[in-house]
Nanobody, 124 residues
Framework: QAHLVESGGGLVQAGGSLRLSCATS????????MGWFRQAPGKEREAVAS????????YYADSVKGRFTISRDNAKNTVYLQMNSLKPEDTAVYYC?????????????????WGQGTQVTVSS
């Protein structure tokens, strides 16, 4: 069982930056891929980025490529999402999740533990 806690969300103007963090309590953090997902009001949850267990492989949604960077610190059991050049359409609740596999994908059904989410609001 793992407990995930996101932080770093908030209100930012378009073009600004935020860095999300997700701290976990599980013992298997360094063996599992991690992902960030988001859900905007009235929309389905979508994958934003994922990173493999050792941090070698990453995945990004087309909508965030070149603007967002996912990283992890296995010594701190923490995964990060650096978000730059934010747009109003990035407004959503952002969730981190821990995969049951060591490789990361965009498939939410491969993630078994989820945080409670952190709100990101980008004003125009």
């Amino acid at each position: 069982q793992a407990h995930l806690v996101e932080s770093g969300g908030g209100l930012v103007q378009a073009g600004g930056s935020l860095r999300l963090s997700c701290a976990t309590s599980g013992r298997t953090f360094s063996s599992q891929a991690m992902g960030w997902f988001r859900q905007a009001p009235g929309k389905e949850r979508e994958a934003v980025a994922s990173i493999s267990a050792k941090g070698v492989n990453t995945y990004y949604a087309d909508s965030v490529k070149g603007r967002f960077t996912i990283s992890r610190d296995n010594a701190k059991n923490t995964v990060y999402l650096q978000m730059n050049s934010l747009k109003p359409e990035d407004t959503a609740v952002y969730y981190c999740a821990q995969s049951k596999f060591s490789w990361g994908t965009h498939r939410s059904d491969e993630y078994i533990y989820w945080g409670q989410g952190t709100q990101v609001t980008v004003s125009s």
